[in-house]
T-cell receptor
Framework: GENVEQHPSTLSVQEGDSAVIKCTYS??????FPWYKQELGKGPQLIID?????GEKKDQRIAVTLNKTAKHFSLHITETQPEDSAVYFC??????????FGAGTRLTVKP | EAGVAQSPRYKIIEKRQSVAFWCNPI?????LYWYQQILGQGPKLLIQ????????DSQLPKDRFSAERLKGVDSTLKIQPAKLEDSAVYLC??????????????FGEGSRLTVL
């Protein structure tokens, strides 16, 4: 089955700096790669996703890049703000089945 | 639009006792998922339903865990008997997911289980 590895496990940045979180996946058949943000006591919430026919996608301060050959994808957050502090999870899935999550990255943005 | 509802939010039991969690997905969502999230880890899929049929339960410990989704709407997840390692947050998620490519999962706030 799919195996997703995520790095780093913790990340601390100054407000206004950029943050980058990286994930690798094992199953070349995976074609959907979402990123979820989880705040304390809440369920994960989708912030951006990318499909395998696209190399990059951007939504305001958030961007995701995908390298299918190398089987890795990354989340980029620019101009970080304190409210970006949370745990971020990457995931990989094929069609509508068995979405596998990474172990998470705890991002802290210091004011 | 109402989100995914889960109950109870918190449950503390002793090992070997049983517990049940309930989930009501977003109205009209065909696909329902139960995930187990152990502290410090990512969510792990336990079971996926499409309508009232099971799509994937390969990671469900069937000797102690069971789940059902009668009438293709709400769902219950049961653990009997519970073990210490079952301490986790149990997340329910739903997606429109019928005849469509995989997309956003909408998660509930989770049910936190502590087994003593």
């Amino acid at each position: 089955g799919e195996n997703v590895e995520q790095h780093p496990s913790t990340l601390s940045v100054q407000e206004g700096d950029s943050a980058v979180i990286k994930c690798t996946y094992s199953d070349s058949a995976s074609n959907y790669f979402p990123w979820y943000k989880q705040e304390l006591g809440k369920g994960p919430q989708l912030i951006i996703d990318i499909r395998s026919n696209v190399g990059e996608k951007k939504d305001q301060r958030i961007a995701v890049t995908l390298n299918k050959t190398a089987k890795h994808f990354s989340l980029h957050i620019t101009e970080t703000q304190p409210e970006d502090s949370a745990v971020y999870f990457c995931a990989a899935a094929f069609e509508n089945n068995d979405m596998r999550f990474g172990a998470g990255t705890r991002l802290t943005v210091k004011p | 639009e109402a989100g995914v509802a889960q109950s109870p939010r918190y449950k503390i039991i002793e090992k070997r006792q049983s517990v049940a969690f309930w989930c009501n997905p977003i109205s009209g969502h065909a696909t329902l998922y139960w995930y187990q999230q152990i502290l410090g880890q990512g969510p792990k899929l336990l079971i996926q339903f499409q309508n009232n049929g099971v799509v994937d339960d390969s990671q469900l410990p069937k000797d102690r865990f069971s789940a059902e989704r009668l009438k293709g709407v709400d769902s219950t997840l049961k653990i009997q008997p519970a073990k210490l390692e079952d301490s986790a947050v149990y997340l329910c998620a739903s997606s429109p997911g019928q005849g469509e490519a995989v997309g956003e999962l909408f998660f509930g706030e989770g049910s936190r289980l502590t087994v003593l």
